[in-house]
């Protein structure tokens, strides 16, 4: 399975072979403010296989947090593509919204960081939900 995706003005385009695994919604505040508000979706590519096909990202790593993700973006219109954890450095986290095919996300198969939820925040009843990061 290939899956796909660009940034939203297509300056970034990237393709990783699948398929995707730990597709998760994930609450915490970090992710809060990349996604504007709500939860972030991503899902899992190994990387080997994973792959940028058309232009160059542009990456963030916040200095004051310890163990903290690299977030990966086109430098032109600011889409977040994916992120490069230290703690995961077989893989690579695609954001669902930059799919091609948001099929190939089929959905999250569980919530992180539910601790740091608001309280307008519409928690999922259908998969399971954590508190912090499960494992």
């Given at each position: 399975?290939?899956?796909t995706?660009?940034?939203?003005?297509?300056?970034?385009?990237?393709?990783a072979?699948?398929?995707?695994?730990?597709?998760?919604?994930?609450?915490?505040?970090?992710?809060?403010?990349?996604?504007?508000?709500?939860?972030?979706?991503?899902?899992?590519?190994?990387?080997?296989?994973?792959?940028?096909?058309?232009?160059?990202?542009?990456?963030?790593t916040?200095?004051?947090?310890?163990g903290?993700?690299?977030?990966?973006?086109?430098p032109?219109?600011?889409?977040?593509?994916?992120?490069?954890?230290?703690?995961?450095p077989?893989?690579?986290?695609?954001?669902?919204g930059?799919?091609?095919?948001?099929?190939?996300?089929?959905g999250?198969?569980?919530?992180?960081?539910?601790?740091?939820?608001?309280?307008w925040?519409?928690?999922?009843?259908?998969?399971?939900?954590?508190?912090?990061?499960?494992?």
């Amino acid at each position: 399975m290939t899956i796909t995706g660009r940034c939203y003005c297509g300056d970034v385009h990237y393709k990783a072979e699948g398929p995707g695994f730990m597709k998760f919604e994930c609450y915490c505040r970090e992710c809060r403010y990349i996604s504007g508000g709500g939860p972030v979706m991503g899902m899992a590519v190994l990387h080997e296989g994973f792959e940028i096909t058309k232009g160059d990202v542009k990456g963030f790593t916040r200095s004051d947090m310890e163990g903290a993700v690299t977030r990966e973006f086109c430098p032109n219109c600011g889409t977040h593509l994916f992120t490069r954890a230290p703690g995961f450095p077989q893989g690579v986290i695609l954001k669902i919204g930059s799919l091609d095919n948001p099929d190939d996300f089929g959905g999250a198969e569980f919530a992180a960081f539910a601790r740091d939820a608001e309280s307008w925040h519409r928690l999922p009843t259908d998969i399971p939900v954590h508190d912090r990061w499960p494992g």
